[in-house]
C-alpha cells in the first residue's frame, strides 16, 4: 500500500515541477529567468569520452558513458554543509553556525 502511494506522490511532484523548478514559478507572469552559465565537470567528462570514443574506427554498439565522481586530495567527499559554506563565500556571505545534526533512526 505504501509504495502504491509513494509511486503516486512522486509522479505528482514531477508533474509539478520543470527542469527543477515549481510550475507556479515556471509559468507565473510575475517571475522572469535569468540565464547563467554554469560548468558540469561529469558532463564535461562523459563529453570528452564520448568524442574520443566516437574517433575510434571500431564501433562499440551500446556502450555507454557514466560520471564516477572521485575526490581529487583523497579525502572524503564534501557535505551539503561544506558545499553551502563554500557558496557563501564566493557570494561575501558570513559561514553559517554549524547545526545540531539530526538522527532520523537509532542512536548518535
Do not use: C
Not at 511532484?13 to 560548468?39: C, I, M
Request: glycine share 6%; proline share 6%.
Amino acid at each position: 500500500m505504501w509504495d502504491y502511494r509513494l509511486i503516486k506522490a512522486h509522479y505528482i511532484l514531477q508533474d509539478w515541477y520543470r527542469d527543477g523548478v515549481p510550475l507556479w514559478w515556471d509559468e507565473s507572469e510575475r517571475v522572469t529567468f535569468d540565464a547563467k552559465a554554469r560548468v558540469s565537470k561529469s558532463k564535461a567528462a562523459i563529453e570528452r569520452a564520448q568524442e574520443a570514443d566516437s574517433k575510434k574506427k571500431n564501433k562499440s554498439h551500446g556502450r555507454y558513458f557514466i560520471a564516477e565522481p572521485r575526490v581529487m586530495d583523497g579525502g572524503e567527499m564534501p557535505t551539503r554543509e561544506e558545499w553551502l559554506e563554500e557558496q557563501g563565500k564566493k557570494q561575501g556571505n558570513p559561514p553559517r553556525p554549524p547545526r545540531e545534526r539530526h538522527v532520523l533512526q537509532g542512536k548518535k
